[in-house]
């Protein structure tokens, strides 16, 4: 069974709402998680302390990611997980606001497999969700990533 | 007339060329040379020493050269160091600053020579002096501009990174709220709007009016900052690829409707395709914006080529604008009418100025009410390039 959670990594509790709003009234083909830092986004997906349980907290087809966070940045959370043997299979897209070039290169640097902007009208908002949500969680193939199965 | 034969060489006597030296040497102004005893009396002097030093010659001949030089360099015993120096590496080179007449100081470049007879015998000195002061001006001058460029160079580097941060914050920091404001305002209409009356729903309806205007107020406003920092280069552009891209855009966003004729051929430019792309979509747009309710707008796009220069007319038939408008509808954030008639955050024509300036263009309009506008700017022709690789379509994918 291919896995349909996406962890959304986001402090900004109406980025929240909206992304939540969205995946609820398209009824969008994932199911949400939020980690609100850096150090719970690494806590989340190491499966450390309530983590642990993968029933509740399933590892994700995707990471959403945002950059600018409280504690361990996008930058940090991103360099971490890609160096993780097959936990860094895991797709990351960038989520933020910044268009800056030097942002989009050092992500792509650091192993993001997609940067996008963040838009400020939220029908904008709702197609790039169901494109999202639609090419990582239905169409892309996913990785492996049980440690005991290669 | 045949010239009359050389004097044979053997002919010149010692006397001859002295005689011709000392005319040459008694005429340079451009250099005082002048002769000093082994003691440092002067000897001999030329018009050029006169003309720098002030002296005449029956005031100076006599005497101690040390005279030439500021008082505390006398105190030194400066004067009696040189020549003894120059007596003993045969010739010495100086440059500092000596006295004139008139007490005044000048900057000088100045060589002694010592002269000895067949013996190896002292008999003198040859000093030959240069009035540096104004060479000696100009190059303090240079060095002092020179500083004061690259202090500005450092400003200016610390006053765009300023800015180029503060565009960071502006479309990072001030769009998460506004993006919070419209979801939520948008979710209130979605979810509540049962619940709200027709006045209710208004109210909200303004909140994500205004929250949409912010936003491309802040599109807008970075684009016009992005303008005026960035690195421009140009390059050759061809204006019908461009104006048919800024059609697409155009109708696009306001629907295949919109009647927009465009006469070709239209011509190469040079230019930055990026920058010209947006520039044409700002006219274009508001070329369709500005017509009397009711009437559909119709924009005609030609140009022509004058001076080595294309220029592209953007033509409607609209409401027009009265020539004392003329310069100030390109300045940002000037508006001729309200936002509840014509839509807009009045920067679209700035960016248009500043985007034809970087390119070293020019914009301007021809109007009056009611007669339609027709906008027009202007870009150095295409240069012919040696070869066709440089050629690159506006922004192709």
Same mark, same amino acid.
């Given at each position: 069974?291919?896995?349909?959670?996406?962890?959304?990594?986001?402090?900004?509790?109406?980025?929240?709402?909206?992304?939540?709003?969205?995946?609820?009234?398209?009824?969008?083909?994932?199911?949400?998680?939020?980690?609100?830092?850096? *150090?719970?986004?690494? $806590? @989340?997906?190491? /499966?450390?302390?309530? #983590?642990?349980?993968?029933?509740?907290? &399933?590892?994700?087809?995707?990471?959403?990611?945002?950059?600018?966070?409280?504690?361990?940045?996008?930058?940090?959370?991103?360099?971490?997980?890609?160096?993780?043997?097959?936990?860094?299979?895991?797709?990351?897209?960038?989520?933020?606001?910044?268009?800056?070039?030097? *942002?989009?290169?050092? $992500? @792509?640097?650091? /192993?993001?497999?997609? #940067?996008?902007?963040?838009?400020?009208? &939220?029908?904008?908002?709702?197609?790039?969700?169901?494109?999202?949500?639609?090419?990582?969680?239905?169409?892309?193939?996913?990785?492996?990533?049980?440690?005991?199965?290669? | 007339?045949?010239?009359?034969?050389?004097?044979?060489?053997?002919?010149?006597?010692?006397?001859?060329?002295?005689?011709?030296?000392?005319?040459?040497?008694?005429?340079?102004?451009?250099?005082?040379?002048?002769?000093?005893?082994?003691?440092?009396?002067?000897?001999?002097?030329?018009?050029?020493?006169?003309?720098?030093?002030?002296?005449?010659?029956?005031?100076?001949?006599?005497?101690?050269?040390?005279?030439?030089?500021?008082?505390?360099?006398?105190?030194?015993?400066?004067?009696?160091?040189?020549?003894?120096?120059?007596?003993?590496?045969?010739?010495?080179?100086?440059?500092?600053?000596?006295?004139?007449?008139?007490?005044?100081?000048?900057?000088?470049?100045?060589?002694?020579?010592?002269?000895?007879?067949?013996?190896?015998?002292?008999?003198?000195?040859?000093?030959?002096?240069?009035?540096?002061?104004?060479?000696?001006?100009?190059?303090?001058?240079?060095?002092?501009?020179?500083?004061?460029?690259?202090?500005?160079?450092?400003?200016?580097?610390?006053?765009?990174?300023?800015?180029?941060?503060?565009?960071?914050?502006?479309?990072?920091?001030?769009?998460?709220?506004?993006?919070?404001?419209?979801?939520?305002?948008?979710?209130?209409?979605?979810?509540?709007?049962?619940?709200?009356?027709?006045?209710?729903?208004?109210?909200?309806?303004?909140?994500?009016?205004?929250?949409?205007?912010?936003?491309?107020?802040?599109?807008?406003?970075?684009?016009?900052?992005?303008?005026?920092?960035?690195?421009?280069?140009?390059?050759?552009?061809?204006?019908?690829?461009?104006?048919?891209?800024?059609?697409?855009?155009?109708?696009?966003?306001?629907?295949?409707?919109?009647?927009?004729?465009?006469?070709?051929?239209?011509?190469?430019?040079?230019?930055?395709?990026?920058?010209?792309?947006?520039?044409?979509?700002?006219?274009?747009?508001?070329?369709?914006?500005?017509?009397?309710?009711?009437?559909?707008?119709?924009?005609?796009?030609?140009?022509?080529?004058?001076?080595?220069?294309?220029?592209?007319?953007?033509?409607?038939?609209?409401?027009?604008?009265?020539?004392?408008?003329?310069?100030?509808?390109?300045?940002?954030?000037?508006?001729?009418?309200?936002?509840?008639?014509?839509?807009?955050?009045?920067?679209?024509?700035?960016?248009?100025?500043?985007?034809?300036?970087?390119?070293?263009?020019?914009?301007?309009?021809?109007?009056?009410?009611?007669?339609?506008?027709?906008?027009?700017?202007?870009?150095?022709?295409?240069?012919?390039?040696?070869?066709?690789?440089?050629?690159?379509?506006?922004?192709?994918?």
């Amino acid at each position: 069974m291919a896995a349909n959670t996406v962890l959304l990594v986001e402090d900004n509790p109406s980025d929240v709402f909206i992304v939540q709003r969205t995946f609820q009234k398209l009824q969008l083909p994932g199911s949400l998680q939020v980690a609100a830092d850096g *150090d719970e986004a690494v $806590a @989340y997906l190491s /499966g450390s302390g309530r #983590y642990a349980d993968r029933e509740r907290y &399933p590892l994700p087809a995707l990471v959403l990611l945002d950059l600018k966070l409280p504690r361990r940045s996008g930058f940090e959370v991103l360099e971490w997980l890609k160096a993780q043997p097959i936990l860094g299979r895991v797709p990351v897209v960038v989520f933020t606001s910044s268009r800056q070039p030097s *942002d989009i290169n050092r $992500a @792509y640097d650091h /192993g993001a497999n997609s #940067y996008l902007v963040k838009t400020v009208n &939220p029908r904008d908002s709702e197609d790039l969700g169901r494109i999202l949500c639609h090419y990582w969680v239905k169409c892309n193939q996913q990785p492996d990533l049980d440690p005991l199965a290669s | 007339m045949s010239d009359p034969p050389p004097r044979p060489f053997a002919a010149i006597t010692v006397e001859d060329l002295e005689r011709t030296y000392q005319r040459m040497i008694s005429g340079v102004k451009e250099y005082a040379i002048f002769m000093l005893d082994p003691k440092g009396h002067v000897t001999s002097w030329n018009a050029g020493a006169e003309r720098i030093k002030g002296y005449r010659s029956d005031e100076i001949l006599g005497k101690h050269f040390s005279v030439f030089y500021p008082v505390e360099d006398q105190k030194s015993g400066k004067p009696a160091a040189e020549l003894e120096r120059a007596a003993r590496q045969g010739a010495l080179e100086d440059e500092d600053w000596r006295v004139r007449k008139d007490g005044s100081l000048f900057w000088a470049n100045v060589i002694i020579t010592a002269v000895r007879d067949d013996n190896g015998e002292l008999i003198g000195f040859t000093k030959v002096t240069r009035d540096l002061t104004s060479r000696r001006e100009m190059e303090q001058q240079l060095r002092t501009r020179a500083q004061e460029l690259e202090r500005q160079k450092v400003q200016l580097q610390e006053s765009n990174e300023a800015m180029e941060a503060f565009t960071y914050s502006i479309s990072h920091d001030l769009r998460a709220p506004l993006r919070g404001m419209w979801g939520y305002a948008s979710a209130l209409l979605e979810d509540y709007s049962n619940t709200l009356d027709s006045t209710g729903r208004q109210y909200v309806q303004s909140i994500v009016d205004g929250a949409a205007r912010m936003d491309a107020l802040i599109e807008d406003l970075l684009a016009y900052s992005r303008l005026t920092q960035a690195q421009i280069t140009v390059g050759p552009v061809s204006l019908s690829h461009v104006v048919a891209k800024a059609v697409d855009q155009i109708r696009e966003r306001n629907g295949e409707s919109a009647n927009i004729q465009v006469i070709e051929p239209l011509g190469e430019v040079e230019a930055h395709a990026p920058t010209l792309l947006q520039v044409i979509v700002n006219l274009l747009s508001n070329a369709l914006k500005f017509v009397t309710p009711g009437s559909a707008a119709s924009v005609r796009v030609h140009s022509e080529i004058s001076n080595q220069n294309v220029r592209l007319w953007v033509e409607d038939q609209g409401i027009g604008i009265a020539p004392e408008h003329h310069q100030r509808i390109f300045q940002p954030f000037e508006r001729l009418h309200g936002i509840e008639s014509y839509p807009g955050t009045g920067i679209g024509l700035a960016i248009v100025r500043k985007g034809v300036e970087r390119m070293h263009g020019r914009v301007g309009l021809e109007s009056a009410p009611g007669q339609g506008a027709r906008f027009w700017f202007e870009l150095p022709q295409r240069r012919s390039h040696g070869n066709g690789s440089q050629y690159r379509l506006a922004g192709g994918r």
